[in-house]
Nanobody
Framework: QVQLVESGGGLVQPGGSLRLSCAAS????????MGWYRQTPGKQRELVAS???????NYPDSVKGRFTISRDNAKNTVYLQMNSLKPEDTAVYYC?????????????????WGQGTQVTVSS
C-alpha cells in the first residue's frame, strides 16, 4: 500500500502565505512526477503545480510567480509554498504522485492522491 498524507492547509487573510506538505510512504520503488491540484465545488480539479524527479516545474498562469513547488526526494515529500494568496485560491488542495509500487511479486506504475486539505483565503 502507498499513502500520501497532506498537511498545512488552513485559513489565511488575502496577501498571506501558507505552506503545504505531502509525504508519500509505503511500497515505493520509484516516485517520479509529483504535483498539487485544487478543486472547488462544481468545478473540475485543476493543476496548481508539478515537479519532476529531476526538479523541472510547471505552473499555470494563475499561480505563476506566487506559488513555488519543491521536493525532498530523500523524504518522498513535496511542498507547495503559496504567497500573495487571493480569495480565488480558496479550494481543497490535493497532492498527486506517480509511483512505481509493488504487490504479489509484481511492480507497476500507479497514480496516487492525497485526502485533500482545505485552504481558505478570506478576511
Amino acid at each position: 500500500q502507498v499513502q500520501l498524507v497532506e498537511s498545512g492547509g488552513g485559513l489565511v487573510q488575502p496577501g498571506g502565505s501558507l505552506r503545504l506538505s505531502c509525504a508519500a510512504s509505503g511500497r515505493i520503488f520509484r516516485l517520479t512526477t509529483m504535483g498539487w491540484y485544487r478543486q472547488t465545488p462544481g468545478k473540475q480539479r485543476e493543476l496548481v503545480a508539478s515537479i519532476t524527479s529531476g526538479g523541472a516545474t510547471n505552473y499555470p498562469d494563475s499561480v505563476k510567480g506566487r506559488f513555488t513547488i519543491s521536493r525532498d526526494n530523500a523524504k518522498n515529500t513535496v511542498y507547495l509554498q503559496m504567497n500573495s494568496l487571493k480569495p480565488e485560491d480558496t479550494a481543497v488542495y490535493y497532492c498527486n504522485a506517480e509511483i512505481l509500487t509493488y504487490s504479489s511479486g509484481s511492480a507497476y506504475w500507479r497514480d496516487y492522491w492525497g485526502q485533500g486539505t482545505q485552504v481558505t483565503v478570506s478576511s
